[in-house]
């Protein structure tokens, strides 16, 4: 079978907590001669009756473990990662060898501006090249994430409309947008009103304008949008949002299909994030720090989030004071600048015709996969795509394989899934991005397998519906998983054999 996966991971390994026996230690610490503090003192009602149940283990077996579970985990560094909308794009082992610089990484937050040049103007340097990629007069570097510079975005369009002397409630989204969104309003106060797109799979101004009255506080466009089509109204939209006094809010999850090629802002966006895990290369998910800076034209300035790096006769400074009406501070310090370090290296590495190219193969590499997926699976819009293309599992409805059972089928030829059931608007989608950094060898291999599987689906349909088959845990019930998880180890009533 093409691309066929094999475990060599050991169904019975026991998890770290029953490892090891009492008195069993990895650490050599030296005695201290701290006084003895009584718990019920110190802790009151709080104070624990007895000691935690934690392992007692060796580094050997500490150290096994937690590398087995990295083998367990499926990674960007280990094969294609196909999740459309979510773009998980290779992350170059420069950007960490740059964050990773004694100079950057050991900086203090607290530190004064006078010894942190360096950093403030890495930090400047960033903004002005992401606002020439966008389009847009400066940005905020704050957010932590994409959802998060949704929020901000937000916040300054509710401050912008409060300083005119309006308070509109109203922001119109695409049924095709990002699925954040309508939590994004909803955190600022603000009503989600959702409407259709054109039978093409595009906002038309003609479908959205009976939407737009004074209300409207702004319209949230994700463009290129989650079914992977270019918003090729965009323009006309944001003229006709503007003139009832509205403004646009666009969505940059997708700017990977965009960057070097076009820029948002001179469509007529007044604000919008960047993820910059999509395309800036930085780590994506794993609860870890993110970075979703926010771009915005000159009329959102005085609402920016503070503090700003200035630049002023030669010297860089944080400059807290300069923006009465701003929207505050969005983050602790000023942001996480470790992924922009890496961001800006990615950027430097790049350079402007490095990020055109890279648009260009991304979409080029999508529209393989459309062309190719299309001589079997179901492709909802058949016209040229953009980052990311959607099929569905139409053709399986007499065989009853789903959706579901092809994306868990991939998991046993080493392919991580594609994004699932996602677009909304498509039914059985399969939303899949393969990044520009995808070979045609890899491609070519991903369709062989989604051939495979959809032969497999008529032929041996419970092969599919048992699917996975080879990975260290096999089919999981995940309706039971989201209503009744099991989010705490419990120890078992007899301790195990040393």
């Not at 009976?210 to 089509?229: E, H, K, S, Y």
């Not at 393989?368 to 492709?379: A, D, K, S, T």
């Not at 599919?464 to 209503?483: F, N, Y």
Request: hydrophobic share 40%; with cysteine; aromatic share 8%.
């Amino acid at each position: 079978m093409p691309g066929s996966a094999t475990s060599g991971l050991s169904f019975q390994t026991p998890l770290i907590f029953e490892q090891g026996s009492p008195g069993r230690s990895g650490a050599s610490l030296s005695a201290d001669d701290l006084p003895e503090v009584d718990p019920k003192r110190a802790f009151g009602d709080m104070a624990r009756q007895s000691p935690p149940q934690l392992p007692e283990v060796s580094e050997p077996e500490v150290v096994r473990h937690y590398v087995r579970l990295s083998q367990q985990n499926f990674a960007i560094d280990i094969g294609m990662y196909p999740l459309g909308s979510c773009t998980m794009k290779y992350n170059p082992k420069v950007n960490e060898w740059a964050a990773r610089l004694t100079g950057f990484a050991n900086l203090h937050p607290y530190m004064p501006d006078e010894l942190v040049q360096g950093a403030l103007e890495l930090m400047w340097r960033l903004e002005q090249g992401l606002a020439e990629v966008c389009g847009m007069d400066r940005v905020s570097l704050h957010p932590a994430a994409g959802a998060q510079g949704e929020l901000t975005g937000l916040m300054m369009i509710r401050a912008y409309h409060r300083a005119q002397g309006r308070d509109p409630k109203k922001v119109l989204i695409p049924d095709t947008a990002h699925g954040t969104n309508p939590a994004s309003c909803a955190l600022n106060g603000l009503q989600a009103v959702s409407f259709p797109v054109g039978e093409e799979g595009i906002v038309t101004t003609e479908a959205l304008a009976p939407f737009v009255d004074d209300d409207v506080a702004a319209v949230m466009a994700t463009n290129p949008n989650t079914v992977g089509l270019f918003e090729s109204e965009m323009a006309a939209i944001s003229e006709l949002v503007h003139s009832k006094g509205g403004l646009v809010y666009g969505d940059g999850a997708n700017l990977n299909a965009l960057m070097g090629k076009a820029r948002p802002g001179d469509l007529g966006i007044d604000v919008m994030q960047f993820n910059l895990h999509k395309t800036f290369t930085t780590p994506h998910g794993g609860g870890g720090p993110g970075c979703g800076p926010v771009g915005y034209k000159a009329l959102l300035d005085p609402f920016a989030p503070v503090p700003v790096v200035e630049q002023r006769d030669g010297r860089f400074v944080l400059d807290y004071d300069s923006r009465p009406a701003s929207v505050g501070r969005l983050r602790s310090f000023q942001g996480n600048f470790g992924m922009m370090v890496r961001a800006y290296a990615y950027l430097r590495e790049m350079g402007a015709e490095g990020l055109k190219q890279a648009t260009e193969l991304a979409v080029l590499n999508a529209n393989y996969l459309r062309v190719r997926l299309g001589e079997v699976w179901h492709v909802p819009y058949e016209r040229i795509c953009m980052h990311e293309v959607v099929i569905s599992d139409r053709h399986l409805k007499d065989s009853h394989v789903t959706t579901m059972d092809v994306a868990k089928r991939l998991m046993d030829y080493g392919f991580h899934p594609p994004t699932v059931y996602f677009p909304l608007v498509v039914k059985g989608a399969m939303l899949i991005e393969p990044t520009e950094t995808e070979s045609l060898q890899t491609l070519d291999e991903f369709v062989d397998v989604m051939k495979t599987i959809s032969d497999e689906a008529n032929a041996e349909p419970d092969r599919a519906k048992s699917a996975p088959q080879v990975t260290r845990l096999r089919r999981l019930d995940e309706t039971q998983a989201a209503r009744k998880p099991v989010l705490r180890w419990t120890a078992p009533e007899t301790p195990p054999e040393p």
